[in-house]
């Protein structure tokens, strides 16, 4: 095994029937990682391996930022981890990397002996396993982690939520498979994208063009939109873009 991403959820801000809100396994052969863990996820990670939640594997959980369709499913996460524990699947605490702020929400995430949370310096990057993790600062009303994800040579970037922003180009330049938020479509946002601090298809699109991003796999949709049609705004800009489907594995490459 590579690299590999597995998609749990791509439903923003809330999920569709049977879907869940944004929550990817991101694998390699000797490290699961959980990047984000919104409504849904918990079960959705329970078909990924065996043991209460597929906590067994479970090295760490990376939140992008503290927005509830990001980490409300944390909330429940607490209690498999404590499950896991107390019936010896686990040794110690799942550790949770997040911003530190809002601080309300950040005092969320520890649990007992189960749960840690730690800050996360976006200027210093973030080893779990032969993962490696480094972050940007993206633009969203709170903060928030672009991440650009490394191991065996692959690259796999992670726009997290974000206003377009030509700047973040640079940090994702030459990545083999960029997964960006692609809310709304142009002609249904309006032009409010921007200030809601979110992207548009055709946003995510220009980006991974401007990156020489290899391959463009599309995530974060509202659940009033068909992610069809979003799949082919973004494909009107850039022709390798691909919508995600919940449930999917994707190697990068």
Do not use: K, N
């Not at 709304?184 to 032009?191: L, N, V």
């Amino acid at each position: 095994m590579g690299l590999r991403l597995t998609v749990l959820g791509h439903c923003s801000p809330y999920p569709r029937p049977g879907g869940a809100c944004p929550g990817y396994l991101v694998e390699t052969a000797c490290t699961r990682v959980l990047v984000d863990c919104g409504s849904g996820i918990v079960a959705r990670l329970g078909r990924t391996a065996s043991g209460p939640a597929g906590l067994d594997g479970l090295d760490a959980v990376v939140l992008s930022h503290l927005h509830a369709d990001h980490f409300s499913d944390v909330l429940v996460l607490r209690y498999a981890a404590d499950a896991a524990m107390r019936l010896g699947r686990r040794s110690g605490p799942l550790c949770v990397y997040a911003p530190a702020e809002p601080a309300v929400e950040f005092g969320l995430l520890s649990y007992r002996q189960a749960l840690r949370a730690v800050p996360v310096d976006p200027r210093r990057e973030l080893g779990v396993g032969d993962l490696v993790f480094r972050f940007t600062l993206t633009r969203h009303p709170v903060p928030t982690l672009g991440m650009l994800i490394e191991a065996g040579g692959r690259r796999l970037g992670y726009t997290a939520d974000t206003a377009y922003d030509p700047a973040l180009a640079g940090f994702f330049e030459g990545v083999d498979l960029l997964l960006a938020e692609a809310t709304f479509t142009e002609a249904w946002a309006g032009g409010r994208a921007d200030e809601a601090g979110h992207m548009t298809a055709e946003g995510a699109a220009r980006l991974a063009a401007r990156a020489g991003a290899r391959r463009l796999l599309l995530t974060h949709f509202l659940p009033l939109l068909d992610p069809a049609e979003v799949g082919r705004a973004a494909r009107a800009v850039y022709a390798e873009a691909e919508v995600s489907v919940e449930g999917t594995t994707y190697e990068v490459w």
